[in-house]
C-alpha cells in the first residue's frame, strides 16, 4: 500500500472527529496536517502505553523526536523499534499506527524543509512535555489514582499536548496561503495555544470517567479542595457537591479558551472558508459538548457524553452556510455558547 494511502486510511481509524474535519481543508494542505497529525498520535500512543515503564516512554519519546530532524533517520529507526515492540503486541488503531511509524516518517521527510520546520519543532516540543508530566507522574507513585497539582499545572499539560498543536497549524495555514500574511499569522499565533488548550479540556472533561479508571485525574488537587473534596476521597458519596463545582470550573475554563478560539477562526481570511471550516467545525462541536456535560452532574460515574451524528451534521451543515459572515457565525457561537448554564 502507498504510504499516502496508508495514511488516508489510518486518520479515522484513529480520530473520527478529526478525519472529518480534516476532509474540509484543500491539498496539498490537508496531506500535510495529516501527516502531522499522525506523528503526534505516535508520540500519544508512545506516553499512553501501559506496556511502557516511565523510562521506556521518555526513552521512545527522546529517539521519536529526534528522528523528525535527522537527515538519516531512515537508518535509524531500528533503535526505535525496541522501544515500541511492546506497544506493538495489540492491535489496536493506535498500535497497528505505530508499527507504522517509519511509513509516517517517511512521509514526513518527503515535506518541503519549509514544511517540515513547520511540524517538526512542534512535535519534538509535544514530545518534551509528555516527558516532563510522565516524570511528575511517577513521583506521584505509588498512588493509585495519579493528580495534577493545580490548573497551571493543567494548563501546561494542554498546552504541550495541544497548544503545540495550534501553533503548528498556524504555521502550516501560513505556508499554504497566499491571503494569510505575517501579520494574519501573528495575530493567528496569539489565540492558537488557547485553541488547543479548549479543544483539550473538553476531551479532558468528557473523559474524566474514563481517565479516572486508567489511574489518572485531570482535576487538579487544588481545585478539588477548594470546592472541599479530598482526593483520596474523590469518588466518596460525601464529595459529589464538590465534585461537581470542580468539574463546571474546568468547564468555565474550557469555555474561555474557547472564545479565543473563536477569534482564531474569525481571523482566517474569508478567503480561506475551508481552513474557517476546519477551524469551526471541532469548535462548535466542543461547545456541544460541554453544553451537554454542564447538564450531565454525574458525569465521573456515568462516563463521558458524546454528540450524536445528527448534531454533527447540522453543526457542519450550519457552519457551512455561514463561513463567509463573521455577523452570523459569531451569532452561532453566540447560540451554542448560551447552552453553558
Given at each position: 500500500m502507498d504510504d499516502a494511502v496508508y495514511s488516508r486510511e489510518m486518520l479515522p481509524k484513529v480520530s473520527r472527529t478529526f478525519a472529518l474535519c480534516i476532509r474540509a481543508l484543500p491539498p496539498p494542505l490537508r496531506h500535510q496536517v495529516a501527516v502531522a497529525y499522525l506523528l503526534c498520535r505516535i508520540a500519544d500512543e508512545i506516553e499512553d502505553s501501559p506496556a511502557l515503564d516511565v523510562?521506556?516512554?521518555e526513552t521512545g519519546l527522546a529517539r521519536f523526536a529526534a528522528l523528525l530532524t535527522d537527515a538519516d533517520w531512515a537508518a535509524h529507526v531500528a533503535p526505535v523499534a525496541e522501544t515500541f515492540a511492546a506497544v506493538e503486541a495489540g492491535d489496536s488503531a493506535e498500535q497497528q499506527l505505530v508499527r507504522g511509524s517509519a511509513r509516517v516518517l517517511?512521509?514526513?521527510?518527503?515535506?518541503?524543509?519549509e514544511v517540515r520546520a513547520a511540524i517538526g519543532p512542534w512535535v519534538a516540543?509535544?514530545?518534551?512535555g509528555m516527558a516532563k508530566h510522565l516524570r511528575q507522574e511517577a513521583a506521584a507513585a505509588p498512588h493509585s489514582v495519579v493528580y495534577l497539582e493545580d490548573v497551571a499545572d493543567l494548563e501546561d499539560y494542554c498546552y504541550y499536548v495541544a497548544g503545540t498543536v495550534g501553533q503548528m497549524l498556524t504555521e502550516l495555514f501560513f505556508l499554504h496561503s497566499p491571503h494569510i500574511t505575517a501579520a494574519d499569522r501573528d495575530r493567528l499565533a496569539h489565540h492558537a495555544t488557547a485553541f488547543g488548550q479548549g479543544l483539550q479540556l473538553v476531551n479532558i472533561i468528557k473523559d474524566l470517567h474514563d481517565d479516572a479508571g486508567r489511574g489518572r485525574c485531570y482535576l487538579p488537587k487544588a481545585l478539588l479542595r477548594r470546592y472541599g473534596v479530598e482526593p483520596s476521597d474523590v469518588f466518596g458519596p460525601r464529595s459529589r457537591g464538590g465534585l461537581i463545582a470542580a468539574m463546571r470550573h474546568l468547564i468555565g475554563l474550557g469555555a474561555a479558551h474557547l472564545h479565543q478560539a473563536m477569534r482564531y477562526a474569525l481571523l482566517v481570511p474569508k478567503q480561506e472558508p475551508r481552513i474557517r471550516l476546519f477551524c469551526l467545525w471541532p469548535l462548535f462541536f466542543a461547545l456541544k459538548t460541554l453544553a451537554k456535560t454542564w447538564r450531565q452532574t454525574d458525569l465521573l460515574v456515568t462516563g463521558g457524553v458524546k454528540i450524536?451524528?445528527?448534531?454533527?451534521?447540522e453543526i457542519m451543515r450550519q457552519a457551512g452556510l455561514r463561513v463567509w459572515s463573521d455577523r452570523l457565525l459569531s451569532r452561532m457561537y453566540t447560540r451554542l455558547a448560551g447552552d453553558l448554564g
Open positions: 523510562a521506556a516512554k517517511r512521509l514526513y521527510h518527503g515535506f518541503s524543509p516540543e509535544m514530545c518534551v450524536s451524528r445528527p448534531e454533527v451534521k
